[in-house]
């Protein structure tokens, strides 16, 4: 018969004592974080630790170190439990710091009928109560360290796991301070680079919630008119509305990690043509160590560049014929793009109707292989 064990002052110092020695350990030496978890689910026997940072609202979970999660759960957890746990709630409301009993504050028979508790926790050997620790670690991001163990031991485990997480609660918290700071240099010093080789265009570095990071000299000018990049309050939109929701597009696709290439968006703004190309930035090697807890996030090198300076003269785009099979009616439409007229403004001066005009831009987007209008004037705008 296994001996029971007394959660007694002495006893609750040794733990909190293991428990921050590996958090010291993992993240100023050369420690694993699982044994961050371990030293704290060891001590009760039958529980399982966890020890998180995942942001919420863009559903992205940052770093997750376990111990006694079977391989299949953990996987189903970091793959889609994650993002539907009921506890969620809970942990985004509360405080900064706060330690917490499920039983005292959300059990879990009170989401009983939900797709997490009988798929996930129900079948993980009943350990559906639980005590956690909750700090922040960067904007979104909740870092959670917490204990399940089996409702039968509730009585003898919760108020020592309790105990237990407020005294380490220090030791993580020093720790995220740390690598918040580092993650900050290391953004800095990636943002500088980029923008370092980059003088003679308007280049600037933000992350994929369109927030700038750093500007250059011709970026920040460009920010002020406003046109045809803004930074409102720090937050990039696009002068022209579909150029910036394919903008978002990509930007979401960045930060999904969907992509990993460069992307561009080209348009027309008050008389210029407009490429604005977007490349994620990768910082150096692997991340280790204290990074690992707050890795660097996913930042975006921006470069804006003038295709087509405003100009009084049109240029004929007579070169179109033989190389695209533009009839002079359609060349003379694309002039009347490239000066700067809507497709309504090109019909009114033909005398044409709207859905002639219409058809003729079908025709011409078909033979010069172009999927929608910014592309064909990013076209024009190089041969012209």
């Known amino acids: 018969m296994r001996a029971v064990v007394d959660y007694d002052e002495a006893r609750i110092v040794a733990i909190a004592r293991d428990v921050s020695e590996a958090i010291d350990r993992a993240a100023f030496d050369d420690g694993d974080w699982n044994d961050v978890p371990t030293a704290l689910a060891q001590a009760f026997p039958g529980s399982f630790g ?32 994650a993002f539907i746990n009921p506890w969620t709630a809970y942990w985004e409301n509360i405080r900064n710091g706060t ?61 020592a796991a309790v105990e237990v997480l407020s005294r380490v609660r220090g030791s993580v918290d ?25 003088p003679r265009c308007a280049a600037f570095v933000m992350d994929t919630n369109r927030a700038v990071r750093d500007a250059n000299a011709l970026a920040a000018e460009l920010f002020s008119r406003g046109s045809p990049v803004s930074a409102l309050r720090g937050r990039v939109s696009l002068s022209d509305k579909e150029a910036d929701a394919r903008f978002g597009q990509m930007l979401r696709a960045i930060g999904n990690a969907a992509e990993s290439g460069h992307s561009v968006v080209a348009f027309r703004d008050a008389g210029s043509a407009w490429e604005v190309l977007l490349a994620p930035l990768h910082a ?29 003269e049109v240029p004929e785009l007579s070169n179109l014929a033989p190389l695209f099979g533009l009839t002079k009616a359609e060349i003379a439409f694309c002039r009347k793009l490239l000066a700067g007229e809507s ?38 705008s190089r041969f012209s």
């Open 343 to 380: 497709v309504s403004e090109i019909a009114n001066g033909q005398k044409l109707s709207v859905e002639t005009a219409r058809t003729r831009m079908k025709s011409i987007l078909h033979k010069t292989d172009s999927p929608r209008q910014s592309h064909l004037m990013l076209l024009l």
């Open 284 to 312: 150096g090697g692997e991340t280790s160590g204290i990074l690992t807890l707050l890795p660097p996030r996913r930042l975006v090198l921006v470069l804006v560049t003038e295709l087509k300076p405003a100009a009084q």
């Open 174 to 198: 020093r720790s995220i301070s740390l690598a918040r700071l580092l993650r900050k240099r290391s953004e800095m010093a990636l943002s500088g680079a980029a923008l370092l080789e980059r």
């Open 99 to 159: 330690v917490a009993a499920s039983e005292v504050v959300a059990p879990a028979r009170s989401f009983d009928r939900t797709e997490f508790y009988n798929d996930w926790l129900k079948p993980q050997k009943d350990v559906e109560a639980a005590a956690g620790l909750k700090l922040v670690g960067g904007q979104g991001e909740i870092v959670t360290f917490l204990m399940h163990y089996p409702l039968s031991k509730s009585d003898r485990y919760e108020a």
């Open 50 to 81: 966890a020890f998180w940072n995942i942001n919420y609202r863009r559903t992205d979970l940052n770093f997750l170190a376990t111990h006694n999660i079977a391989p299949d759960f953990l996987k189903s957890y970091a793959e889609h439990f």
